[in-house]
């Protein structure tokens, strides 16, 4: 099939920064693009060819928006699954496909597979509610502190508490939920796995997380990780493993723990382009963007190693500030060498919202740390 410059149409559900990162891709190479997503507001909006405004959950807005289209791709995970299956069925190429889908979807589920299939995993308990959640603990079946998930429509650090006291459950949703096991990690780590249908693999190289201690989103993405070769070495053995159980088509993000004893512990997956393969834009020969792009067109995958050393710096709205956004101080970062910010569009800021990302590249991991500080430091999204 001629993808480009022609009548194919790639059909994208969501219109968020990762879809418009995506575009980037879809533009350099000439590629129609179909968008749905419910905001009038979506970033996505001003870069793709068609838009559509509707709910990802409505079985006929997604099954109706899916015909209009020759591949369907997504770049959130909360979309109707029943209308992908039903397209699926019908012909329609959707990647991944809804099978992998519907084992990660829910959390619950997806550290199920991880148990099925003897994928190193942190110990884990499924709850119907937050009640029973409760009732165990009050039993004392269940031993504090533990990690609560809920199992569905979590998003950057909404949906996962510590929990050492069981005060801590105050005002969370009774809804379903997991309690899993602290691990005592010296790193979080993240591998994204790249696949193509004709079975073509690769992944980037492992990346180390620094995450934000109240809001639970992560700060920096440092690539390469600082880690020793043999650590990672088995934690990209182990993203292609858990890649082969889902037998995806597209990226997936792998996150993990590094325990104290270098053991890798797989956390959870994303089946599409991750927060912690932003810095691959600047960083790599083919940013994680593009290889998704190449992999649900069954295409030859581009090299994932990276040209020099990267960090990322998420841009988050500032605490205390809502409402139309302002980039303070970002003249200043914009006259630094290596440093490249990306403003995802989003016109209105509250506390932690995922505003934009800057990237610094240098040769020195450790000069790129400290320009990542400055950054961090520097740069403001206020209202």
């Known amino acids: 099939m001629n993808y480009f410059s022609s009548d194919f149409k790639l059909g994208i559900l969501g219109g968020g920064q990762l879809g418009k990162m995506l575009l980037f891709d879809t533009r350099k190479f000439d590629i129609q693009t179909y968008v749905l997503d419910p905001s009038d507001e979506a970033p996505c909006k001003i870069a793709c060819d068609q838009f559509f405004k509707g709910d990802l959950m409505n079985f006929e807005t997604v099954y109706n928006f899916g015909k209009l289209v020759d591949v369907l791709t997504f770049e959130i995970e909360l979309v109707n699954l029943e209308a992908l299956v039903k397209l699926e069925e019908e012909g329609l190429k959707v990647y991944p496909s809804p099978k992998t889908l519907k084992l990660i979807q829910n959390k619950g589920i997806q550290k199920d597979f991880y148990l099925q299939h003897t994928i190193p995993t942190a110990n884990y308990k499924r709850f119907p509610?937050?009640?029973?959640?409760?009732?165990?603990?009050?039993?004392?079946?269940?031993?504090?502190?533990?990690?609560?998930?809920?199992?569905?429509?979590?998003?950057?650090?909404?949906?996962?508490?510590?929990?050492r006291q069981i005060s801590?459950?105050?005002?969370?949703?009774?809804?379903?939920?997991?309690?899993?096991?602290?691990?005592?990690?010296?790193?979080?780590?993240?591998?994204?796995?790249?696949?193509?249908?004709?079975?073509?693999?690769k992944t980037y190289p492992v990346v180390e997380m620094e995450f934000h201690p109240e809001a639970n989103q992560v700060e920096y993405v440092i690539c390469p990780a600082r880690i020793d070769d043999k650590v990672a070495e088995k934690a990209r053995a182990i993203a292609l493993n858990v890649s082969e159980k889902f037998n995806h088509v597209g990226l997936l993000a792998v996150e993990?723990?590094?325990?104290?004893?270098?053991?890798?512990?797989?956390?959870?997956?994303?089946?599409?382009?991750?927060?912690?393969?932003?810095?691959?834009?600047?960083?790599?020969?083919?940013?994680?963007?593009?290889?998704?792009?190449?992999?649900?067109?069954?295409?030859?995958l581009g090299n994932t190693d990276s040209k020099v050393a990267g960090i990322m710096v998420n841009l988050v709205g500032a605490e205390g500030f809502s409402g139309d956004v302002i980039y303070e101080n970002i003249e200043k970062i914009l006259g630094w060498n290596g440093v490249t910010p990306h403003i995802y569009g989003k016109k209105q800021t509250r506390p932690f919202r995922k505003m934009g990302h800057v990237t610094i590249v240098n040769e020195d991991i450790n000069e790129a740390r400290r320009i990542a500080e400055n950054v961090k430091n520097t740069i403001r999204v206020i209202a």
């Not at 998930?149 to 510590?162: I, L």
């Not at 890798?264 to 083919?286: K, Q």
């Open 129 to 163: 509610n937050l009640k029973s959640v409760i009732v165990d603990i009050l039993d004392s079946k269940l031993k504090l502190p533990f990690i609560w998930k809920c199992t569905e429509f979590g998003y950057d650090g909404n949906g996962v508490k510590v929990i």
């Open 168 to 201: 801590d459950l105050d005002n969370l949703a009774n809804v379903e939920c997991i309690a899993e096991e602290m691990i005592p990690f010296k790193n979080e780590l993240a591998v994204i796995v790249c696949r193509n249908p004709s079975g073509e693999i």
């Open 256 to 300: 993990m723990f590094q325990t104290e004893n270098d053991e890798i512990l797989v956390n959870e997956v994303a089946p599409r382009p991750h927060n912690s393969g932003h810095y691959s834009i600047e960083a790599s020969y083919t940013s994680q963007f593009e290889n998704h792009l190449r992999a649900i067109l069954n295409l030859p």
